[in-house]
């Protein structure tokens, strides 16, 4: 149900936790889309044009997002922290040496590195994390030492270098996880949730942002079938074609994030309303045949952002529009 302008955010309490679900209408007044969220907030929001902001995981395909979304809105100091040296590169480019930024290549395996990171920063946007479904399922041991230990070693680092803020961003597969995935980062979550209730009366706030995968990122569909296209395939795989995804443009979940660091308190789940899609209606939109390989025992037929509704229950995107995405990015 969409809100009234001016009407707070629907919240209910789940597992002590309380959890926001954004519904569709405004995040930025610079974007104009469908999918686009409304972030009303009864309690004050905080300027962080004067704080240091570090992003784990910054050199990703979110971390870029968030460090632009940063930038634009007048950062003076955002560290990307993470263990591509090419990918940070490629993004110091990127941002034309833009003299705001700092680099750290380093791990969330490595406390006193993460630990050194951290050390005059203001707010932690923890996005580091292993991400892939089949790379989780057969080492589960790696998944667990970067997605949980990696955690456990950010908040730690959080609370003994006076951080103000820390905002982990996460997954619709954490909601009813069925993948090794999706376990680590609901471990996460609950991590961070407990973090803020036994949080000390000087010590950092904590909140979680979850959304599905990014449109467009690095290893998600679409730039995989475009290689794939590319390369000369006549048919792209498909693990089942009435399968459905949540979709959410870079921008917008950047901005959530950013907008969730700009909030004093924490304990939220923050959820956005998204739209979704059907596999083979991407196809179509692409104009590629389909080869089905069959679900794997890891993977969902349809997600759920918020263990309730599922993907193939929300508005779904017509072939149209998200041939209209295609062209757009």
């Known amino acids: 149900m969409q809100r009234r302008a001016g009407e707070a955010p629907e919240s209910r309490a789940v597992d002590d936790t309380e959890r926001i679900q954004y519904a569709q209408g405004q995040l930025s007044d610079k974007m104009s889309c469908h999918s686009e969220l409304s972030l009303c907030h009864e309690g004050a929001w905080l300027n962080l044009e004067h704080e240091s902001i570090l992003v784990t995981g910054g050199s990703g395909t979110f971390g870029r997002g968030f460090v632009r979304e940063a930038l634009n809105q007048g950062a003076v100091r955002v ?4 263990r591509g040296e090419y990918q940070q590169h490629l993004m110091r480019e990127w941002f034309c040496d833009d003299y705001r930024l700092r680099w750290m290549i380093g791990d969330v395996r490595d406390k006193d590195r993460l630990r050194r990171a951290m050390q005059g920063v203001d707010v932690v946007i923890h996005a580091a994390a292993l991400k892939r479904i089949e790379t989780a399922h ?5 998944v667990i030492k970067t997605n949980v230990s990696g955690t ?9 270098s006076g951080v103000r803020k820390v905002v982990l961003v996460s997954t619709d597969k954490a909601a009813n996880p069925k993948s090794v995935y999706g376990l680590s980062k609901a471990t ?6 407990a973090a803020n209730n036994m949080r000390s009366a000087k010590g950092p706030t904590y909140s979680v942002c979850r959304f599905g ?3 467009c990122s690095t290893g998600s569909i679409v730039p995989r079938w475009r290689a794939l296209i590319a390369a000369g395939a006549k048919a792209v795989p498909v693990t089942d074609p009435e399968c459905t995804r949540f979709f959410m443009r870079l921008e917008e979940a950047a901005a959530l994030v950013y907008r969730e660091a700009m909030l004093p308190d924490g304990g939220r789940t923050v959820i956005p309303g998204l739209p979704a899609y059907r596999v083979s209606d991407l196809a179509e939109a692409m104009g590629v045949e389909i080869r089905v390989t069959g679900l794997p025992q890891f993977e ?23 041939r209209a995405e295609l062209l757009r990015g």
């Open 300 to 322: 969902k037929e349809h997600e759920t952002m918020d263990g309730i509704t599922h993907s193939n229950e929300v508005r779904r995107m017509s072939v149209d529009e998200l």
């Open 152 to 160: 456990m070693n950010m908040l730690e680092g959080a609370e003994a």
């Open 138 to 142: 057969y080492n589960p041991d790696e």
């Open 79 to 82: 560290c990307i922290f993470s």
């Open 188 to 193: 996460a979550e609950s991590l961070v949730i």
């Open 213 to 215: 995968n990014v449109w």
